[in-house]
């Protein structure tokens, strides 16, 4: 990937904050065929989680599993809820091992894709796995998902699911 490049992918959250569009509007994500898609087209309307994970980490597998009980559960009740999974493996092949092998239906960003870091850094991301909710214009409603799927995702999937729809709609103009 160019220099060149890295920075205009680098720069987007900067853009971003100094123009009116999407916080999805030129970022490209990768469904569960490895089909790239425009992340403005599929996760308009939705409730969106971030999902930082990686293969070689056993919390992480441990709580994929959880997840994706959790998410077929909302699919099945026709929620409107995506997650983007964002990798924090060492190389592509890894990514796409864990994520064919232990990941619902969702989306993935490409593995070396600028935005990684950019996200990392923008969430405060320090340990995986992390799951934030966020809401179309790129701000965290809710800081740590991945404990309320692990204290309620099982026995209340719609609840919560409520409940971060309510944050993720909030003040929504």
């Known amino acids: 990937m160019s220099r060149r490049r890295k920075q205009n992918d680098s720069s987007r959250l900067k853009e971003f904050q100094e123009t009116n569009m999407s916080f999805w509007e030129g970022v ?7 089909q790239k898609h425009k992340a403005s087209d599929v996760l ?25 009980r959790f998410y077929e559960a909302l699919k099945k009740s026709g929620k409107n809820f995506e997650i983007i999974f964002i990798s924090k493996d060492k190389e ?6 864990y994520f ?14 600028p935005l990684i870091k950019e996200w990392c850094k923008k969430y405060e991301v320090k340990i995986i796995p992390t799951m934030k909710i966020i809401k179309d214009d790129g701000t ?3 800081e740590d998902a991945r404990t309320k799927v692990v204290e309620k995702g099982a026995d209340k999937p719609i609840d919560l699911f409520d409940e971060w729809a309510a944050f993720s709609m909030k003040h929504k103009l």
């Open 28 to 34: 490209e994500i990768y469904d569960s065929d490895h």
């Open 100 to 113: 064919d092998d232990h990941h619902g239906k969702w989306y993935y960003l490409a593995f070396g894709n």
């Open 44 to 68: 308009k309307d939705k409730v969106v989680a971030l999902y930082f994970s990686a293969g070689w980490c056993m919390p992480c597998r441990q709580f994929t599993r959880k997840l994706k």
């Open 140 to 142: 965290a409603v809710v």
């Open 92 to 97: 592509s092949e890894d990514l796409k091992e």
